[in-house]
C-alpha cells in the first residue's frame, strides 16, 4: 500500500512496450492524420499520399513531364474527338487478396464515384459522362463534351478502383490494395504502416518492405525527427529554416552526399479571396487597386521559401499552357488612382475591413505584410482575423468575409483545374463573381477538341479573372520537401505525387555520390 | 513565525525585487524607448541578441524586437494574472464567506455543488469553451466582449475554487469568534457584515490567496496560449512568445533566444511570486 | 463504506453532469462537422448528418448518445469516418496514461527521499531542496520539455525530439512533466515529515531510544505520507493539464492531442467522449487517492 512505485512502473513499461512497433524501411513524416483511406473519399495531401501507394490508376504520370504512363491500363485510344476513351487492362491483375481485379472493377467504382449517397469530394471529375462499359479487360467511357486530359485524370486516386468489399461497405479501405503497398497496421494520430503487397503488377520493380507515414503535425517536429535521423521524408518544412537547409545542402555538397534539400516549382497557388458581394470590393477598381499597390516579388522574397511571385493565377509548368502573367512588382502610383477614381482618395472614406486567415505562421506572415504595404501606399485599413480552420472555411462559405486567404493546388496538370473553380454558381467559388463572358470562354473551352485552341480559350478566360476578378494571387508554392541522403531514388512530381513503388534504398546510411 | 528569520525574509525580499523588475516592466513599456512590438522588419530576421545596442534580445521570426515583445508581453500576462486572480477571488470569497458564515444547509449545498466542480477536469472545461467562443466572438464583439475580457473570466472560473474554501475557513473562524454575531445583533444586513467586518478581518488570508493565485494563472494563460486559445496575435503574452520559439526549436536555426528569454521572464516572475507567496504565508501564517 | 458509496454516486452524477453539458455545447456550435476545403453538394451532406443521426430533434440525439454512454460506446468518430470513438480512445489512453504514471513516479520517486532527507538532515540540503523545489515549480512544462529536448536530443543525441516507438520516446516527455510535479511533492513530504517529527509520539519514541532509521520508518513516514497521497488527486488533474501540452510538443498520439483536436474540429462525438473520459478518470483517481489516504492512516475513518 505505502509502495506503489513497483507496480506503476510494470503498468508504464507494458503501456509503453504495447505502443512500440518495430522500424519501417521508410518513415514518412506525414503531417496530418489521414480522416479516410477511401480513394474516392480522401482529398488532402497527407491521405493522398498514404492512398497514392495503396491504390494505383489506369495510369500514373511521369514525374518530370506530367504526361500519362500506363500503368494498370496496357493502352489506351480515344474516339470521336476525344469523347469517349477506350482502354486496355494489363493481363493477369489481382488485388493484394488475389482477387482478380478487371475493368468492372472501374465501372463499378466510378459508378460509386458519382453517386451522391458516396459523398466523394471529386464527384464532379466524371461529369457529363454517358456510358460506362466494362468488359473483361476492356473499359469503354463516355462524355458529353470532349475530355482531352482524361487519361491524366485517371493517374490521380480518385479515378482508381476501390476494392469491392469496400463498394459493398463491408471492409475498411486500405487492406485489400491494388498498388505497390497494402495496409498493414494503423494507429490513429500516431502512424500508418504499410507493407509491399507481392500482388501488384510491377511488385519485382519494388524495393521497400514496408513504409511507415507519422502523423507530425508540426514542421518543426517533423524537421527535427529527420535531423536526428527518426524520418526519411518531411513533405514541408517551415519557411524558417530554408536559408539554414540551404547552408547545410551547400556543406553536403562540399563533402559529396547525396543531396537532401532541393526546392523546386509546385503547381499550387497562394492568393486571396475577395468578397465582391461587399462594397467596396464590389467596384473593380478597388479590387485592381488592392492588387497593384502589393509589390509581390517583394512579398514572396521577404517570406524567404524561394516561392516565386505570382503574376496569375494558374501556375506555370501546365503541359503546354502558358498563363497570361501580369507584372508582379505591383504599381503604387496607379493603384493610388484608382482607389481615387473609385472615390476613396488617399483611402478617405475607405471603411476598415477584414482579411481572415486560419492559423498558420505563413498565413500570419502574408497578413501582416499586407496590412503594412496597403496602410503604407493606400492609406486604408485592415483588420486581422485569425480563424481557426472550420470556422475558417464555415465563414469562406457563406460569404461572412471581406478578404481570405486562400490556396488551391493541382489535382491534375490542367489549367481547367484552377479556372473553373471561379465559374458562376462553382460550390467552390465562394466570392459572390459571376461574369458571363468568363463563363462563355469556359464553355467554349470545354467543347474544343483541338488541345491547342482549348488552352487559348482558358488563358483568354484567365486574363478576364486577373482583370475584374475576385482573386489577387500573391505567389506559387515552391516544394520545400526533405529527402534522406540514404534514399537512392525517389520520384515526386510537381503536383505532390510520390510514386512510392519505385523508391530505393542505398546501401550505406549515408551514401556518396557516384 | 519565528523559526523562519534571515533565510526566509532574504528569499521574500528577492520575489519581491524580481517581481518588481517585471511588473515595473510592464507598467512603464509604453514609456520606455523600444520599437513597436508589432512592427514587422523582415529585412533583420532572427538578429541574435546584440547586448548592448539596437535589438538587445535579438529578433523574432519576422525581424520583431524581442524586448519589445517582451514588454508588451509582460503587460499582458500580468494584467491577465492580476484581473483573472480577482475574478477568482470575487467569485470564491462571497460563496466560501455565504457557506461560512450561513453554515447548516446552505454550506452544505454550496460546499457540495464546489466538491463536484473540483471533480471536474476544469481544464478541460474551459478549453472547451474558449474553443467554442470563438465562434461567437463577432457577438461577443458586438456588446463589447472581447477574446481578452472572455479570458480573464474563463481563467477566473478555473481558480475561485480554493480561494472560497479558503474564504469558507476564514469565515467559520470569524464566526467562531463571534464578529458576525455580534455585527447581526447590532442589527447589520449579511451584505454589511461581509462588506464592513468580514472582508477587512479576512484580507490577510486572502493577500496570500492572491499571492497564491496570481502566478497559477500566469502559467494558465501561458498553457493556453500555447494551445493557441489564450491571447492571439498582434497580442502578445510570455506564454505566446515562449510557445513560438519552441515551436521553432531545433538543431539547425539556432535561435536559442527566442525561447529563452521570455522562458526566463516567466519563469523569474513565476518564482518572485512563488517566494513572495511563501514569505507572505510564513508572516500571515495563513493561506 | 456509507462515505464510500455516497462519492461513488456523486461521481456518476458528475459524469452524468459533464456529458449534458458538453452535449449541448457542442450541438449548438456553430460551423458543422462536414467541412472540407471542397464543397459537399447538400444531398451529401445530408446523407451524411443522416448517418450520424444529425437530423434528429436534440432530445432524441441526447438519449441517443446517453443510452451508448451506458454501454461505453459514444458512437463513430466525425472526422475519422468509420472510426469507434471507443477505438480511439482506447488507442490514445496507454500512451497518455504510460506519459502521466511516468511522471507521477517520478514525481514519487525524485519528491519523496529529497522531502524526507530535507526534514531529516535539514541544514544546506534543505536549502538545496527548497530552492531546487521553488524553482522547478516556476517552470512551465513546455519550458524544461525545450531545455531536454534541446540537451538531450540536439546536444548529446541520446533521446528522440518526439514521436512515439519505446519506452525510450516516453523518457524525456514524463520527465518534463513530472518534474513540476515533483517539487511539489518534495515540498509537502518535507513539511508533513518536519510536523510528524516534532509530534509527541515520535519525542516519546526517541526517548525510548528507539534508532532513528525505525522511528522514520515506522513512525514517521507511515503518517508523513498522507498529505502526499492526498494531494495526488489534484496533481493527476494537474498532469492532465500539462499532458495536454506535453502531447504537443512530443507530438504524441494521447488523450491529450485528440481532445484538443476534437474540440478545433468539431468531432463532436469524439469530443465528447473524450470529455466524459477525463471526468471519469479524474474522480476516479480523486477516490483512489482518498481511499488509500484513509487505509493509511486510520484516524481519518471517523472523519468520513
Known sequence: ?514 | MSRKSGRGRKAGLLGLVLAGIFALLAVAGPWLPLPDPAAVDLGSRLEPPHWTEAPILGTDAKGRDLLARLVAGSRVSWTVGLLGSLVALAVGVPWGAAAGLAGGRLDRWLMRIADGLESLPLVVVVLFLLSLLGEYRAELAAVGIGRLQVFYLAVGLLFWLPTARVARAEAQRLRAAGFAAAAAAAGAGPVRIFLRHLLPNMAPALLVMLGVTVPRVILMEAFLSFLGLGVEPPAVSWGLLAADGLAALNPLVGCWWLLAFPAAALSLSLLGLHLIADDLRDRLGRG | ?304
Open chain 1, 1 to 514: 500500500m505505502d509502495r506503489p512505485g513497483p507496480r506503476l512502473v510494470g503498468w508504464l513499461l507494458a503501456a509503453a512496450c504495447a505502443c512500440a512497433p518495430p522500424a519501417a524501411d521508410l518513415v514518412v513524416a506525414n503531417n496530418a492524420d489521414p480522416a479516410s483511406l477511401d480513394p474516392q473519399l480522401v482529398s488532402d495531401a497527407p491521405a493522398g499520399r498514404v492512398v497514392s501507394a495503396l491504390y494505383r490508376g489506369l495510369t500514373r504520370l511521369d514525374s518530370v513531364r506530367l504526361t500519362p504512363l500506363p500503368e494498370l491500363a496496357r493502352c489506351w485510344r480515344s474516339e470521336d474527338a476525344g469523347r469517349t476513351w477506350i482502354f486496355e487492362l494489363r493481363p493477369h491483375l489481382t488485388w493484394s487478396d488475389g482477387t482478380p481485379l478487371t475493368a468492372t472493377d472501374f465501372a463499378a467504382s466510378w459508378r460509386r464515384l458519382v453517386d451522391p449517397a458516396t459523398g466523394a469530394p471529386y464527384r464532379s471529375w466524371l461529369d457529363g459522362l454517358v456510358r460506362l462499359e466494362a468488359e473483361d479487360r476492356r473499359l469503354l467511357v463516355s462524355f458529353d463534351r470532349p475530355q482531352p486530359t482524361f487519361p491524366a485524370m485517371c493517374a490521380f486516386h480518385a479515378l482508381a478502383a476501390v476494392p469491392p468489399g469496400v463498394r459493398s461497405g463491408r471492409q475498411e479501405a486500405g487492406w485489400v490494395a491494388s498498388g505497390p503497398f497494402r495496409l498493414e497496421a494503423r494507429r490513429i494520430r500516431d502512424r500508418v504502416r504499410l507493407v509491399a503487397n507481392p500482388r501488384y503488377w510491377d511488385a519485382d520493380a519494388v524495393r521497400l518492405q514496408s513504409i511507415d507515414f507519422l502523423v507530425v503535425e508540426s514542421q518543426f517536429t517533423a524537421l527535427n525527427l529527420f535531423l536526428t535521423g527518426q524520418a526519411d521524408y518531411v513533405p514541408e518544412v517551415p519557411a524558417l529554416a530554408v536559408p539554414a537547409l540551404l547552408r547545410r545542402e551547400e556543406e553536403r555538397r562540399r563533402r559529396g552526399l547525396r543531396p537532401e534539400f532541393a526546392p523546386a516549382p509546385f503547381l499550387a497557388t497562394y492568393f486571396l479571396r475577395l468578397n465582391v458581394t461587399r462594397p467596396p470590393l464590389d467596384d473593380p477598381r478597388v479590387r485592381r487597386a488592392l492588387a497593384l499597390a502589393v509589390d509581390r516579388a517583394r512579398l514572396a522574397a521577404t517570406l524567404g521559401g524561394g516561392q516565386p511571385p505570382a503574376g496569375s493565377f494558374v501556375p506555370p509548368g501546365m503541359p503546354g499552357y502558358r498563363p497570361p502573367a501580369e507584372p508582379v512588382a505591383g504599381d503604387p502610383e496607379a493603384a493610388r488612382r484608382l482607389l481615387a477614381e473609385a472615390g476613396f482618395p488617399g483611402g478617405a472614406g475607405f471603411p476598415v475591413f477584414t482579411l481572415s486567415y486560419n492559423s498558420a505562421e505563413i498565413h500570419r506572415d502574408v497578413a501582416e505584410a499586407l496590412q503594412a504595404v496597403w496602410r503604407r501606399v493606400l492609406g486604408i485599413r485592415l483588420r486581422l482575423e485569425n480563424q481557426e480552420w472550420k470556422v475558417f472555411l464555415d465563414g469562406q462559405r457563406r460569404l461572412a468575409y471581406d478578404l481570405s486567404r486562400s490556396s488551391w493546388i493541382a489535382d491534375f496538370p490542367d489549367p481547367a483545374n484552377f479556372l473553373e473553380v471561379f465559374r458562376s454558381g462553382e460550390p467552390n467559388n465562394r466570392t459572390g463573381w459571376s461574369d458571363p463572358e468568363y463563363d462563355r470562354l469556359l464553355d467554349r473551352a470545354r467543347e474544343e477538341s483541338d488541345p491547342r485552341r482549348r488552352l487559348e480559350l482558358l488563358a483568354r478566360a484567365e486574363e478576364i479573372l486577373l482583370a475584374r476578378g475576385p482573386i489577387l494571387p500573391l505567389f506559387f508554392y515552391a516544394s520545400h520537401d526533405l529527402v534522406a541522403g540514404r534514399l537512392r531514388d525517389f520520384p515526386r512530381s510537381p503536383i505532390g505525387w510520390i510514386d512510392w513503388g519505385r523508391v530505393g534504398i542505398g546501401d550505406g546510411p549515408e551514401e556518396a555520390m557516384e
Open chain 3, 1 to 304: 463504506m456509507k462515505p464510500l458509496l455516497r462519492r461513488l454516486l456523486a461521481w456518476v452524477v458528475v459524469v452524468l453532469a459533464v456529458h449534458a453539458c458538453a452535449f449541448l455545447l457542442l450541438r449548438t456550435a456553430r460551423g458543422g462537422p462536414f467541412d472540407a476545403e471542397r464543397e459537399l453538394p447538400p444531398e451529401i451532406e445530408r446523407a451524411l448528418r443522416a448517418e450520424y443521426h444529425l437530423d434528429e430533434p436534440l432530445p432524441r440525439q441526447y438519449l441517443r448518445s446517453l443510452g451508448g454512454l451506458l454501454h461505453g460506446d459514444f458512437g463513430p468518430s466525425m472526422r475519422y469516418r468509420g472510426v469507434a470513438v471507443r477505438d480511439l480512445l482506447l488507442q490514445g489512453l496507454p500512451v497518455s496514461l504510460a506519459v502521466g504514471l511516468g511522471a507521477l513516479v517520478l514525481a514519487l520517486a525524485l519528491g519523496l527521499p529529497a522531502g524526507t532527507l530535507a526534514a531529516r538532515r535539514r541544514g544546506r540540503f534543505d536549502a538545496a531542496v527548497l530552492a531546487a523545489s521553488t524553482l522547478a515549480l516556476a517552470l512551465p512544462g513546455f519550458v524544461l520539455a525545450g531545455a531536454f529536448v534541446a540537451l538531450f536530443s540536439f546536444r548529446l543525441g541520446w533521446l528522440p525530439p518526439a514521436g512515439l516507438g519505446g519506452p525510450r520516446h516516453l523518457l524525456l516527455p514524463a520527465l518534463s512533466l513530472g518534474l513540476p510535479c515533483a517539487a511539489q511533492v518534495a515540498r509537502l513530504a518535507r513539511s508533513s515529515v518536519l510536523e510528524v517529527l516534532a509530534s509527541p509520539a515520535v519525542r516519546a519514541a526517541r526517548a525510548a531510544g528507539l534508532p532513528e532509521g525505525r522511528i522514520l520508518r515506522r513512525h514517521v513516514l507511515r503518517r508523513a505520507l498522507g498529505p502526499v497521497i492526498a494531494f495526488l488527486g489534484p496533481a493527476a488533474a494537474g498532469l492532465l493539464t500539462g499532458s495536454l501540452v506535453i502531447e504537443q510538443v512530443f507530438a504524441l498520439p494521447g488523450l491529450g492531442a485528440h481532445f484538443v483536436q476534437a474540440a478545433l474540429n468539431r468531432d463532436y462525438t469524439l469530443a465528447l467522449g473524450a470529455t466524459v473520459l477525463y471526468t471519469a478518470l479524474l474522480g476516479l483517481l480523486s477516490l483512489a487517492a482518498d481511499l488509500a489516504r484513509r487505509a493509511l492512516d486510520p484516524r481519518l475513518e471517523a472523519v468520513g
